[in-house]
């Protein structure tokens, strides 16, 4: 709780969590415990969320998963005709 607040007021936020509110990835699963969890993140600022995506990628050779954030780095700078 003590962490949300602060990402909050330096106006972070879980990048994922921001694009899928209710999916049910996760990015480790411990065999010993038989437990699955998100262990990773991915923290972006609140006013770049248009230029981000993001997924978990499932991985079968391992206990972690592969995190994919894509930026689209392209600037609009208008509708310029010549």
Same mark, same amino acid.
């Given at each position: 709780?003590? *962490?949300?607040?602060?990402?909050?007021?330096?106006?972070?936020?879980?990048?994922?969590?921001? +694009?899928?509110? @209710? %999916?049910?990835?996760?990015? +480790?699963?411990?065999? %010993?415990?038989?437990? +699955?969890?998100?262990?990773?993140?991915? *923290?972006?600022?609140? /006013?770049?969320?248009?230029?981000?995506?993001?997924?978990?990628?499932?991985? @079968? +050779?391992?206990?972690?998963?592969?995190?994919?954030?894509?930026?689209?780095?392209?600037?609009?700078?208008?509708?310029? /005709?010549?």
């Amino acid at each position: 709780m003590v *962490l949300s607040c602060i990402l909050d007021q330096i106006d972070l936020t879980d990048i994922y969590r921001t +694009f899928h509110p @209710i %999916a049910t990835k996760y990015s +480790f699963f411990s065999l %010993a415990h038989g437990t +699955f969890s998100r262990i990773d993140y991915i *923290l972006g600022h609140k /006013t770049s969320l248009n230029r981000l995506k993001m997924k978990i990628i499932s991985s @079968i +050779f391992s206990g972690h998963s592969g995190i994919k954030l894509e930026i689209n780095s392209k600037r609009n700078f208008g509708n310029n /005709t010549n």
